[in-house]
């Protein structure tokens, strides 16, 4: 059986909502990251990184990364309703989008939540998250742009786990209110993706975002 460890607030939503959504036979281990669980010998000898999601598939092998879990786990057991397949006409796109949420969005997040990261000088922590926001309206840009010419989803009529990795991290933007002002096409794609019960099961229970919590996610 496949074995998703995860922490509430963090990366491992995306993952989790593939495995719950799709039905597929799985175990959830929550690693208290505020206790630091996920520094503890036991989740280091799984994942050395020490970082959240990891899924331990039934073989043995364990995978990190979010997008590349959930891509692998849409791919194995074909579930072409939120991931097309190779051969689908949308499956350019859907790659895409998917992997700039990953990198390009993503990525900026960790300038926010993580400051001392890039400086030396304790100092500059709130220089850093002020220019992490400024990023992150320049990378969530294009998606804006993307959906107002093309939505509601970011395959246009149809849903996909990319949608589902954008509610993940737009989830994340610390002022929600400012956000759904200056991106009302990913804010409507945001309550379309929320209206899918396991979906909303899912955002009700972020009740806090780890993900600013040291090594939180991947």
Not at 91 to 97: D, E, N
Not at 161 to 181: C, E, I, K, N
Request: negative net charge.
């Amino acid at each position: 059986m496949l074995t998703l460890f995860s922490c509430i607030g963090t990366a491992s939503f995306a993952p989790q909502m593939v495995l719950e959504e799709a039905e597929l036979m799985h175990n959830i281990v929550e690693i208290d990251i505020s206790r630091g669980a996920h520094r503890s010998p036991e989740y280091l000898s799984i994942n050395p990184s020490g970082k959240i999601p990891a899924l331990k598939l039934e073989n043995g092998t364990v995978m990190t990364e979010a997008s590349a879990i959930c891509l692998f786990l849409a791919d194995l057991h074909q579930l072409s309703e939120i991931a097309p397949g190779p051969s689908d006409p949308d499956r350019p796109l859907f790659l895409k989008t998917l992997i700039y949420l990953a990198t390009s969005v993503q990525d900026q997040y960790k300038r926010y939540y993580y400051p001392e990261r890039y400086s030396t000088d304790a100092s500059n922590a709130q220089n850093i998250r002020d220019r992490a926001v400024e990023l992150l309206g320049e990378v969530w840009a294009p998606l804006e742009e993307h959906l107002d010419a093309n939505g509601p989803y970011c395959l246009g009529p149809r849903h996909s786990v990319a949608d589902t990795y954008l509610v993940m991290l737009a989830s994340w933007y610390p002022d929600q209110d400012g956000f759904r002002h200056r991106f009302p096409s990913i804010a409507r794609c945001f309550d379309l993706v929320a209206e899918r019960p396991i979906i909303k099961a899912g955002l009700d229970r972020q009740h806090v975002i780890s993900v600013g919590r040291k090594d939180a996610g991947s």
